[in-house]
């Protein structure tokens, strides 16, 4: 096992190498120049001294030598200093990175609450009402624009009858007059997350339910569960322990790859809600031409899907002794 | 020459021809309603979009390449020297600036509310573009942007309508009617699907092809490389490469958009075709193309990736799907494509102003719902050619 999981972690270094090397010529090609854009528009600096500046910074040597030295800070974890926000950049990231954390944390277990129990029942009641149902309504969630749906619940939620707060994460008054007690605190973060947890989860639903479903399909049709059935065993426990401890194995993969896609995906519903998440400060860096925050937001969501793939590799190993012996 | 074939066919018993796949598959969609369903949508939204825009006046049309900001800031300081306003070049300079600023980007819609060019253009900012020529100019300006914005198609006194008997849907931010605009828009959105979609299927089918067909140290690299594509974060890289395409002019920010969504999504394709491909090259049909010496070419192309095109169809279609949605998210965040080219998106984008958000809903729900169907029926089309092309439950 040691083995399976060491030698999957060593075919990660070359391909974070290769994403980290598009990383950096992606960010290179950005309009923008550095020294312009930490100075400011309109600075009375001369060029002189700006070409001192950009020398001093090494930013006038070439790519592949930017590029060796940028990976090299990076893997010490220097991520360099932003200018929007004019602190370090390791800083924001951890600063922003929770909040996005919780709204998918929720918004992922809220999902499989309802995509696992709904996804069996479809499965074993194949084509029935309940599965035609739900059938139509993944078709939905998979068509539906998340950030369109986003705003038409703001809209009748928050800007109609004003039930909901429109955006944000706490109430800004609140926030800074300092809240009376972490139980108000809980409620009012919570009550700015009901809009976005909804969508978020919904948009997961529709696709985690139908692949729970087809997997679960798949494994009702194979011979063993013929058996257990003819041994005469119950419903509940063919379906529940022999079917679908085998048709969670697929699931396992799919949430390894679901996880970096949720958080790609959140980019658009933190944009919408103004949640103050790292999707947020990524779009923010891409307009301000903040190209270390952009490059180590980058990094971030890259490491993070090689990571979701890694973690459904080796989970499908500890499930399937098979995938270990290939 | 015809009697002699209708001679032959009265003389010949009538025989049973078989049925080709193709008409296999025909049949089978005919009778899937899901897919009629999908594909009758999917038809009456490209015809839509085709002749809808047609309809309307050549001057709708002519707005659709610049934007009101565009369209005035070079002619109207000529329309200024003319009305004899002095010019110099620090005036051209602050005034360019400061008109990028208010006009082109985002304040548009103050400027267009208030209908008063002194709003913005505080009396201070007046007196500094003019050093000290201030009476009466703002006013100027104001009319000659005014005229200059009409002989460009603009109508901004006609500016935020909602749905009349002129404009089923309203007009927008800039006076234009939103459903010329909806429907120009989806132009713009189908096609990005559509070349999205092919170059995806394009990348795939070639990498998948001759990854299966050669198998060896290509196979090897060329699978590494998709795994590789595969674990790039999707929409932030997408982002990323659309902001770093910024030199693109916006007229063809659909094609930057159809590049980033075709080079990140192909892999997926590539790794079915080439498990296809690997389990076909073992088969009969194969051995005889090899003694029969054909090329390699024309061995993958015309016996191997037929039997794949199940497959490719299907998965060009629910990518076509899902280019759509990339483009309209893309756009949404402003980085897909670009204003005064309308798209589904960039339509949806105007909700970020609150007033649009809370007031004119008929500005950005119809293209929301536009997306929605034309996904739906394209999503469902893809489900039912997949069950009916499906070639294990053809026999």
């Known amino acids: ?326 | 020459m015809s009697e002699i074939k209708n001679d032959q066919t009265t003389t010949t018993t009538p025989r049973l021809k078989p049925e080709g796949p193709w008409k296999i598959a025909w049949n089978r969609f005919k009778k899937n309603k899901v897919a009629l369903v999908g594909g009758t949508g999917f038809l009456l939204i490209v015809l839509g979009v085709i002749v809808i825009p047609m309809i309307f006046s050549f001057n709708l049309w002519r707005t659709m390449e610049l934007d009101a900001g565009t369209a005035i800031s070079s002619t109207v300081l000529d329309s200024l020297d003319e009305k004899g306003v002095e010019i110099d070049e620090e005036f051209e300079e602050t005034f360019f600036n400061r008109f990028d600023e208010v006009v082109r980007q985002s304040h548009f819609e103050d400027f267009i509310e208030q209908n008063e060019l002194d709003d913005i253009y505080t009396q201070e900012d007046i007196n500094q573009l003019f050093a000290g020529e201030a009476v009466g100019t703002g006013r100027i300006i104001r009319e000659t942007i005014f005229v200059n914005l009409r002989a460009h198609g603009f109508e901004l006194e006609n500016s935020d309508q909602p749905p009349s008997r002129e404009n089923w849907l309203g007009t927008d931010r800039q006076g234009r009617d939103v459903m010329f605009r909806l429907f120009y828009g989806g132009r713009i959105s189908l096609i990005v699907g559509l070349l999205s979609a092919t170059l995806t299927v394009s990348l795939g089918t070639v990498v998948g092809g001759v990854s299966g067909y050669y198998g060896g140290k290509l196979d090897a690299f060329l699978m590494r490389f998709a795994e590789i594509v595969q674990s790039i974060p999707l929409l932030p890289m997408m982002m990323s490469i659309s902001a770093a395409m910024r030199w693109v002019p916006s007229e063809r920010t659909l094609l930057v958009v159809v590049f980033v969504v075709g080079i990140l999504s192909w892999p997926g394709l590539a790794r079915v075709v080439r498990g296809q491909i690997l389990s076909l090259r073992e088969q009969e049909f194969m051995q005889a193309t090899e003694i029969l010496g054909i090329s390699d070419v024309s061995r993958i192309f015309r016996h191997l990736l037929p039997n794949v095109l199940a497959y490719i169809i299907v998965s060009a279609t629910l990518g076509m799907g899902g280019a759509i949605l990339l483009e309209a998210g893309l756009s949404f965040l402003g980085l897909g494509v670009q204003p005064p080219m309308p798209s589904w998106g960039n339509m949806i984008y105007l909700a970020n102003n609150s007033t649009v958000f809370r007031e004119y809903l008929w500005m950005w729900i119809p293209p929301g719902v536009m997306i929605m169907l034309t996904v739906v029926s394209v999503n469902l089309l893809g489900e039912g050619l997949r069950d009916a092309l499906d070639p294990k439950e053809i026999r």
């Open chain 1, 1 to 326: 096992m040691l083995k399976f999981i060491g030698k999957r972690i060593l075919q990660l270094i070359p391909t974070l190498i290769a994403i980290s090397l598009l990383i950096f010529i992606v960010v290179d090609f950005m309009p923008g120049d550095y020294v312009q854009s930490y100075l400011g528009l309109g600075s009375d600096v001369t060029p002189e001294r700006q070409q001192e500046i950009r020398e001093l910074l090494g930013l006038d040597r070439s790519m592949p030598i930017r590029y060796l030295s940028w990976l090299g800070r990076i893997v010490t974890g220097d991520l360099g200093r932003s200018l929007v926000y004019s602190d370090e950049v390791s800083n924001i990231i951890f600063g922003f990175i929770w909040n996005s954390f919780l709204l998918n944390f929720f918004s992922l277990i809220i999902a499989l609450c309802i995509a696992i129990p709904v996804g069996i029942k479809s499965a074993v009641k194949k084509y029935g009402p309940f599965d035609n149902f739900f059938t139509v309504f993944s078709l939905l969630g998979v068509s539906m624009p998340t950030f369109f749906f986003a705003l038409l619940l703001i809209f009748v939620f928050a800007a109609r009858f004003e039930w909901l707060p429109m955006s944000g994460m706490q109430t800004s008054i609140m926030a800074i007059r300092g809240y009376p007690s972490l139980w108000a605190q809980i409620r009012d973060v919570g009550s700015h997350m009901i809009l976005p947890v909804t969508v978020l989860s919904l948009s997961s639903l529709a696709t985690l339910t139908r692949y729970t479903r087809n997997s679960v399909i798949e494994v009702i049709n194979q011979d063993y569960i013929r058996t257990a059935r003819s041994k005469g065993l119950k419903e509940k426990v063919v379906i529940y322990k022999h079917a679908f401890r085998n048709a969670l194995l697929p699931l396992i993969t799919i949430l390894g790859m679901w996880i970096p896609a949720l958080f790609g995906g959140a980019i658009l519903l933190e944009t919408v809600f103004i949640w103050p998440g790292i999707g947020r400060v990524l779009l923010r860096g891409i307009r301000n031409q903040d190209l270390s925050l952009v490059m180590a937001t980058l990094v971030f969501y890259g490491v993070l899907r090689v990571l979701g793939n890694l973690l459904a590799d080796i989970s499908y190993g500890i499930a399937d002794p098979r995938v270990r012996v290939k």
